[in-house]
């Protein structure tokens, strides 16, 4: 298997642009998480879905973040207008199921850069 | 907020040592997991152990856990160059949602 997949793996952008990230989770896997790291604030969970379905987006920090779902392969994480405090890296995580024992399954990250 | 907290912040000491973790949490648990992260790499799982638990082994890994302090111990015994990394302590709460809350990591340093 391979694993949790993100692209891209470096964005750099400027202030106001669109940026999309993308996530191809574990096969099988029916949660899907995106997660923001930066120094400051640590790792964040932004919003996490079970079966395409978004379940919890109370860590979006604001409205020019958006993500979706359309498929179980395949989630996008949107954020319009970028801005400079948005440069973090950003994590993508598949899990099986949200049972006692399951662990979650991380993807490389995408390192974003707003200038 | 962040559910756990780790205790140190970051951790120095020589190859052969023994490394240990906190990791203090707020509110009921099911489980609580440990997660290492390379610099420039994803979170790997370590080690579950769940709330009816006290203790748990994988190779050079003990974990304990005090539901009564709301506490969690990692130690990594005979510490390698190759720990180097950054480690996590996640809960997730009794409710049994997905979510895991990560603590802000302790950042470990194994000199050779």
Sequence with gaps: ?115 | SQQGEEDPQALSIQEGENATMNCSYKTSINNLQWYRQNSGRGLVHLILIRSNEREKHSGRLRVTLDTSKKSSSLLITASRAADTASYFCATRGSSNTGKLIFGQGTTLQVKP
């Excluded at chain 1, 079970?50 to 987006?57: L, R, T």
């Excluded at chain 1, 970028?82 to 949200?98: L, Q, T």
Aim: net charge negative.
């Design chain 1, 1 to 115: 298997d391979a694993g949790v997949i993100q692209s891209p793996r470096h964005e750099v952008t400027e202030m106001g642009q669109e940026v999309t990230l993308r996530c191809k989770p574990i096969s099988g896997h029916d949660y899907l998480f995106w997660y923001r790291q930066t120094m400051m604030r640590g790792l964040e969970l932004l919003i996490y879905f079970n079966n395409n379905v978004p379940i919890d987006d109370s860590g979006m920090p604001e409205d020019r973040f958006s993500a979706k779902m359309p498929n179980a392969s395949f989630s996008t994480l949107k954020i319009q207008p970028s801005e400079p405090r948005d440069s973090a890296v950003y994590f993508c995580a598949s899990s099986f199921r949200a049972s006692d024992t399951d662990t979650q399954y991380f993807g490389p990250g995408t390192r974003l850069t707003v200038l």
